[in-house]
């Protein structure tokens, strides 16, 4: 599946959410998450509209291989 090109980091961390991502903190414009299912993982998202497409790709590819699911797995929730 193609990346989309218009997503907002909301966007993004409600469809984490779903995969048991949960909000931490922020800094600036920054936001970390955390999944405390086996095994635990932390990502930071930047808080941009829209993140670009290499940042989308990194995290999308990040988070598919901890959670073991597909990127189009996610894209899809998007």
Do not use: N
Request: charged share 25%.
């Amino acid at each position: 599946m193609k990346l989309p090109r218009d997503v907002s980091a909301d966007r993004l961390i409600r469809a984490l959410s779903k995969f048991g991502y949960e909000v931490v903190r922020q800094k600036g414009s920054h936001v970390r998450l955390r999944c405390a299912g086996p095994p635990i993982h932390m990502i930071t998202i930047p808080k941009h509209d829209p993140i670009k497409t290499g940042t989308l790709h990194a995290i999308l590819t990040e988070v598919a291989q901890i959670r073991s699911v597909t990127v189009d797995e996610i894209i899809a929730l998007l």
